[in-house]
């Protein structure tokens, strides 16, 4: 009852001002504790007038509201006694204290009113007396409406006046009736007279109206009519009249205005208009799926050179690097005439990793069965490098040679896919390998190792690096570090997606699954494509070469590009001679990879490259008998590297040793190439990566680099490999299939031109991206630039994996490419093994997918940013790319045996790839490849599969994945060395598909660098094939995949146990530090110097990656 | 002061009724309910029937009894619309100046028909005051006591006459309005004028 009189209380400002905070606070539900809390916490911080604001009724938001709506109305107050006061209620305390203006007791008598003394101004009264505050006729939305200071005119505010009252008119559709638009209407429509004539109009109304009108065609009432003579005055200035006009009609001016006025052109079409361009279009025919004007522009980036959103394509296309550039577009077009050719599944990955990661995963879907064969297509290649791989690194590797050398690989193919820097150290450790000159494998080794690794690399990876690092830091790196992780890329992706997006991770995944998934989809394709993609990597090596302008050499990748469908068409008919061929080139190859190292990394490079081409003449032809000699040569380096990969590989790899005595040199370089391979049969993206590094590369020096591209290539292959490895990985016992199956793809590529000529196809995708890139390379650079943090760190990683790898086994094999691309390499193998990782998690083939697309787009990055170096790369990447391809030939030979699994051609690569990946899950399957290939073997640890490889891989994988797990680069490098030591040698597939699997985790990418193509399969697979996987995986991939699926990286460490463990603790460990997967790995020791590097770029990377995933 | 939370005793937009300590029954739909102060807000139909308005009640829980919850609500409330409070703090300056102005006139000695007429006219013109017992209106029409028709004056003119149809209309509403209370009193200071 205590009433309370007050003068224009205190408490009114307050009680407004809460009003008005509740009122601004408005959405929240009835009041409760949480909001009090709020309240409270808001009044603290606003301090003690909010405080008060926000204490009692003014924590009910609700309460609040409807009390502040009411304020201002009149209202009857009954208080405890009875007594009923009417006023204006004015305001209310947090006790829910009423204030009422202008109040009175209401006297008895019904109608009087109250007289000025019975009024109080204002009266307080305590929410305790009070028992019903009545508010009659009030208008709940008067408050509500905007006032007319504010927005009075916006729609709401109009609609809002209306008072709730008003509803929507229903909008009819007008109808002319039919007389209507029999008569007049359709008279405007086709009547072209311009209205009446005059004369009609004057008949009309004399006939009518009786009106006759004075109209004078003369207009003798407004002027004067010219009086024409013959004097020379009237002559003269009727001749300068005409002269005048001529001159005035002649003028730009005056015809521009009449085309303004004589435009058939109707202003919609002139101003309005929406018009699709290709860009558009190919878009949509890729799939028929929405994508969303980022993503367009993003594809239009790649041609157009769309920064960020490119980049973002390229982290996602980071799988294959070269495809995620002009991925979009490239693979679009490659994809259209994929289909053709029924690399299909290429292109959509391809076009999805570069579109973005959703499209992909619907690629990949779509594509599920395609990405499938494209895996397998993939995994054939890989298997063949892993054989040699095994080769070489059973002996070299051990575990950290190998690891080292997966990761390298991982690491090189993860940077074409994932980012330019991976294409670019993988063309560095080429470079560097050939700069170290030696022995092809020991050399590659040793001399990427060392020399490549310090140097080269270093400076390249480092200045791209430093943008790279930079880009990644943007969204960039978020994506593709999601699309590793997704894509189980994790090791390739992650390194260099992961890097750039470290939430995009799942992108990057999905982008690898999507790739993957088109591969799959393409498996055939994706064989042919990736032979496409190594044609398309050499002719972009050539292209570059030729002509140095990317453009150029991209326009006519892409005019090859048809040639390369045409390649892969004829390749896949004619698989098993392409395989030969590819084998032959291959083995050329290693010869020139040999060269190379010996040579100094720009020499051997060159040598490699230019020997490459002219080995791969025959391969290339296929290929780049459309585009050029060059091209051939890129694809010949690339065929080369592959099998110079084979050779070193086999000795590096040693795990693959089974596989080949031949991959005794290339085990280094098979390795590169398997993970090249891998990247660019996987995903135009590693041809693509290998491309941008081809650019970049012709830049800097079209023919050094060119090998060192090819290296690169091989590397960005490696990187899709790594991805494909991982998957495999993953499906440890699908692994070895996969590997072999990986090592088909590449090898079916190789082994038949098919394959290669879909490689070349995503090349000549990637060339087209690449040529975009040079035309926007603020665009590029930004894809570019992401996929150049990567290779920072991948750099470190490619130093620590290369002179790991190179060290190892297998390494040296990688390292050579490695060399040339050391950093980048060595990212390019981070990036490949996390987006092998990636994709295995996904799905093999889209972890290829993916991996290339990423790599792609680093390849992208690569080339803008570092034209020149990156054209090294690129071109390394491309030589690495036909290297791997070569590889992959040169597995599909071994593969064959698995592809007798699935089937013998290249196209029957990527159906193995394709059944092996599906078989994935039926680990038997893989299990043959395995044993068929020696990469299987490798992985065969994890899957059991392969019994031979599978101790030595276990053993590698084990060192390997120590040292990725310590930085996810070099988790990813030293996974992928290992892997590519055990897995690569034996499954690079594997490896890539652990890195895929792992995608984001680094582990992942030791498998994914060798397999980067079967990584990318194995990403695509992860996508699809995830639970097969799983089934296979049970081993590591499985694991890997599964844990990257399930929870990005972590997962995978707890699933794999194994390699996939291992990798999956690179991955884990590589967010956590990079440190402890350098310990794991032998590598450690490099890995950590390099590691710290990849750790810093890579971490916020992987970092990124894991938060994202 | 776990407010209405889980164990909120009416959702918002569930219809409650009550019995309050002054054998009042009330009966809405719950607008918001404040559990720490024991505060709820009922909305109802207008008392004056008017289907654009409601009339708001808000209950101290403490004194009423027989809360019934008529029928319960689970979907979630509307979103609470932003207010203009500006807009709602001069609705409440007006509405205290209009009524200070007529509790003026009212201690004045102005009678009931005269406040009554003042009201009417109010509420189509507001440019008028008291001054005294005259109603001025626009400051050209002055209107004395008693208030009718023929009392308006000023300058002839729309004003004057627009007044003046007013007023006439006021008092035959008025006439028409004897059940209500106000109504009734007016006839009887109306009867009694007129008969006198």
């Known amino acids: 009852m205590s009433m309370k009189p007050q003068a224009g209380g205190n ?286 522009n993003r594809e239009a980036g790649m041609s157009w050179g769309a920064g960020r959103q490119v980049s973002p394509r390229m982290v996602q296309c980071s799988p294959g690097p070269p495809t995620p550039r002009s991925g979009p577009h490239d693979y679009n077009t490659i994809d259209q005439r994929v289909v053709n050719g029924g690399a299909q599944p290429w292109p959509s990955r391809c076009p ?109 990876n480092s200045p791209s690096g430093g943008t790279w690092s930079s880009v990644v830091s943007g969204a960039h790196r978020p994506r593709s570090p999601r699309q590793n992780s997704i894509g189980g890329e994790a090791p390739s992706s992650s ?119 002219r080995d791969l003449g025959e391969k290339p032809k296929d290929q780049a008998a459309e585009k050029g000699s060059v091209d051939s040569t890129g694809l010949k380096a690339s065929t080369e590297s592959s099998i110079s990969e084979e050779t070193s590989s086999p000795v590096s790899v040693t795990s693959a040793g089974s596989k080949a005595g031949t991959p005794s040199l290339s085990p280094s370089s098979a390795v590169p190439e398997q993970k090249r391979g891998p990247d660019v049969t996987s995903q135009g993206v590693q041809t693509t990566s290998p491309l941008a590094n081809a650019v970049t590369k012709d830049k800097d020096e079209k023919e050094d680099k060119n090998d060192p591209v090819a290296e690169s290539v091989r590397k960005s292959t490696l990187n899709p490999n790594a991805k494909e490895f991982n998957p495999r990985v993953f499906c440890s016992p699908p692994k070895p ?29 990637m060339f087209q991206m690449y040529p975009l890139t040079p035309v926007s390379p603020g665009v590029q650079k930004s894809i570019i630039w992401k996929p150049p943090a990567m290779y920072h760190v991948q750099v470190p990683h490619m130093t620590m994996s290369q002179t790991k790898s190179y060290r190892s086994g297998k390494v040296q094999n990688m390292p050579q490419q490695r060399p040339d691309q050391h950093h980048p390499p060595g990212t390019s193998t981070m990036m490949h093994s996390a987006t092998a990782a990636g994709p295995p998690i996904v799905a093999p083939s889209p972890a290829y997918s993916t991996q290339y697309f990423t790599c792609s787009p680093q390849q992208f990055a690569s080339q803008p940013l570092v034209q020149q170096m990156p054209h090294y790369q690129s071109q390394a990447q491309h030589v690495f790319s036909p290297v791997i391809q070569g590889s992959a ?176 603790l690179m991955a884990t460990q590589a967010p956590a530090g990079p440190q402890p997967a350098l310990p794991q790995g032998t590598l450690n020791p490099i890995p950590v110097s390099s590691g710290t590097h990849f750790y810093s770029t890579l971490t916020p990377v992987q970092a990124h990656h894991q938060q994202q995933l | 002061m776990a407010a209405p939370g889980p164990g909120e005793y009416f959702s918002v937009g569930s219809h409650v009724s009550c019995l309050t300590c002054l054998g009042q029954r009330l009966q809405g739909e719950v607008v918001a309910f404040d559990y720490p102060s024991k505060m709820l807000t009922l909305k109802c139909p207008s008392s004056s029937g008017k289907p654009n308005l409601s009339d708001v009640i808000l209950i101290n829980l403490a004194y009423v009894s027989e809360v019934d919850i008529i029928n319960d609500r689970t979907e979630t409330p509307p979103p609470l619309a932003s207010l203009n409070i500006s807009k709602l703090a001069n609705r409440a300056r007006t509405e205290k100046e209009d009524k200070l102005s007529q509790a003026y006139a009212i201690s004045a000695g102005v009678s009931i028909e005269g406040q009554q007429l003042f009201q009417t006219i109010h509420k189509t013109i507001k440019d008028c005051k008291w001054q005294e017992k005259n109603i001025i209106v626009m400051d050209d029409v002055v209107i004395s006591p008693p208030y009718q028709v023929e009392n308006c004056k000023g300058k002839e003119g729309s004003a004057l006459s627009h007044i003046r149809k007013i007023v006439e209309k006021h008092f035959r509403d008025v006439e028409s309005q004897k059940t209500m209370q106000r109504s009734q009193a007016q006839q009887t200071q109306k009867d009694s004028s007129l008969s006198s």
């Not at chain 1, 309005?272 to 799926?289: D, F, I, M, P």
């Open chain 1, 11 to 296: 408490r009114k400002p307050g009680g407004s001002n809460s009003g008005a905070a509740a009122a601004s606070g408005t959405g929240g539900a009835g009041g409760g504790v949480g909001r009090q809390n709020m309240g409270r916490g808001r009044n603290n911080a606003k301090g003690p007038s909010t405080a008060v604001a926000f204490n009692g009724v003014y924590a009910n938001m609700r309460m609040v509201h409807v009390l502040t709506s009411v304020v201002g109305t009149k209202c009857e107050l009954k208080v405890k006694n009875g007594l009923i006061y009417e006023g204006v209620f004015k305001t209310y305390g947090p006790e829910c204290d009423i204030v009422l203006d202008a109040a009175h007791r209401k006297s008895v008598e019904p109608n009087a009113g109250p007289r000025r003394e019975d009024i109080v101004e204002s009266i307080i009264f305590k929410s305790s007396d009070v028992v019903v505050v009545h508010f009659k006729d009030v208008d709940l939305n008067y408050a509500k409406k905007v006032s007319s200071d504010t927005d009075n005119f916006t729609d709401s505010a109009v609609s809002a006046r209306v008072n709730g009252e008003h509803k929507e008119k229903d909008l009819e559709p007008w109808d002319g009736g039919e007389q209507h638009i029999s008569g007049s209407m359709e008279s405007l429509d086709t009547d072209l007279s311009n209205g009446w004539d005059p004369d009609e109009m004057f008949k009309y109304n004399e006939e009518t109206y009786g009106v006759k009108s004075t109209y004078d065609s003369s207009l003798s009432s407004y002027t004067v009519p010219l009086e024409r003579d013959n004097s020379e005055e009237f002559l003269k200035r009727e001749a300068r009249a005409s002269q005048l006009a001529e001159e005035i009609e002649a003028s730009a001016t005056y015809k521009a205005r009449v085309a303004l006025e004589n435009d058939d052109r109707s202003e919609e079409e002139k101003y309005t208009a929406v018009v699709r361009g290709e860009r558009e279009l190919h878009s949509l025919n890729r799939e028929n799926k929405y994508i969303p004007p980022s993503q367009r």
């Open chain 1, 495 to 613: 390194c260099l997606s992961s890097p750039q997006a470290g939430t995009v991770p799942v992108d990057s995944v999905t982008a690898s699954t999507t790739a993957t998934s088109p591969t799959a989809a393409n498996p055939a394709t994706n064989l042919e494509a990736s032979p496409i993609e190594e044609a398309k990597e050499s002719r972009v090596l050539e292209t570059r070469q030729n002509s140095p302008n990317a453009n150029k050499e991209n326009v006519k990748p892409i005019e090859a590009s048809p040639g390369i469908a045409r390649s892969i068409g004829k390749g896949s008919p004619s698989m098993a001679s392409d395989h030969r061929k590819q084998i032959d080139n291959l083995k050329k190859f290693s010869a020139a990879f040999r060269l190379q190292p010996s040579s100094s990394s720009d020499p051997g490079f060159e040598a490699m490259g230019t020997k490459p081409p």
């Open chain 1, 737 to 765: 299939a996969t590997t072999p199956t990986l090592t088909r793809p590449q090898g079916q590529p190789s082994p038949s031109i098919v394959v290669q000529q879909p490689p070349t196809v995503y090349g000549q995708t």
């Open chain 1, 889 to 1064: 030939r040169m597995i599909t030979p071994p593969t064959h045996a698995q592809p007798s699994l699935v089937s013998s051609s290249t196209t029957q690569y990527g159906e193995q790839t394709h059944t092996m990946y599906v078989s994935q899950t039926p680990i038997p399957q893989q299990f043959p490849h395995p044993s068929s290939t020696l990469h299987p073997h490798p992985q065969h640890p994890q899957p059991s599969a392969t019994p031979t490889g599978q101790p030595q891989q276990g053993t590698q994988h084990g060192g390997s994945h120590p040292a990725p797990s310590p930085v996810q680069h070099q988790q990813h490098q030293a996974a992928a060395a290992a892997a590519a030591q055990a897995i690569h040698l034996g499954n690079p597939q594997q490896q890539q598909m652990y890195s895929a699997l792992a995608a984001t985790p680094p582990s992942m990418t030791p498998g994914p660098n060798p397999q980067s193509p079967q990584a990318s399969f194995p990403s695509a697979q992860q996508a699809v094939y995830i639970h097969p996987q799983h089934g296979y995986n049970p081993n590591h991939m499985a694991h890997v995949q599964q844990a990257h699926m399930q929870s990005g990286m972590v997962p995978p460490h707890h699933g794999n146990p194994s390699h996939p463990p291992t990798m999956m």
């Open chain 1, 352 to 460: 999805s990793p570069s579109s973005r990661p959703p499209s992909r995963y619907q690629s990949g879907p779509t594509n599920s069965l395609p990405p499938r064969a494209a895996t397998p297509t993939r995994p054939p290649s890989r298997p063949p490098s892993r054989p040699s791989r095994p080769l070489s690194h059973p002996s070299a590797h051990g575990t950290s040679g190998p690891l080292s050398n997966m990761p390298k690989r991982l690491s090189s193919e993860g940077p074409p896919r994932m980012s330019p820097k991976s294409q670019r150290t993988p063309r560095p450790h080429r470079v560097a390998s050939c700069r170290g000159g030696g022995p092809p494998p020991s050399d590659y080794m040793s001399q990427g190792a060392s020399v490549e690794v310090s140097a080269p690399p270093p400076t390249r």
